[in-house]
């Protein structure tokens, strides 16, 4: 069993920036591939971005969102950049050892954090 806990979320202004953390509580977290998905109010759980030994994005994140991972101290980040009211949204992180499905999809993983909530303001 692995337990992921997020931190870093908040509320900030259109144009800020955030840096969310997830730390895993297990000593193979370099077996695990790493994901972020995030919800809106009354929409699905999307993803975000992934990575193991690459990294993807949704189009929607390209080129203002980093993920992360330092696997010394078992933690995954996204730093977020020039955020948008749009990327308001309880952001997971999530953590999969089974690489048969889909990364964009948030059944392909196993353990989830509990969301740490996101919201900018315009």
């Known amino acids: 069993q692995v337990q992921l806990v997020e931190s870093g979320g908040g509320s900030v202004q259109a144009g800020g920036s955030l840096r969310l953390s997830c730390a895993a509580s297990t000593r193979t977290f370099s077996n695990y591939a790493m994901g972020w998905f995030r919800q809106a109010p009354g929409k699905e759980r999307e993803f975000v971005a992934y990575k193991r030994w690459t990294t993807y994005y949704a189009d929607s994140v390209k080129g203002r969102f980093i993920i992360s991972r330092d696997n010394a101290k078992n933690t995954v980040y996204l730093q977020m950049d020039t955020l948008k009211p749009e990327d308001t949204a309880v952001y997971y992180c999530?953590?999969?050892?089974?690489?048969?499905?889909?990364?964009?999809?948030?059944?392909?993983?196993?353990?989830w954090g509990q969301g740490t909530q996101v919201t900018v303001s315009s």
């Open positions: 999530a953590a999969r050892s089974d690489y048969s499905g889909t990364m964009y999809s948030p059944t392909s993983y196993d353990y």
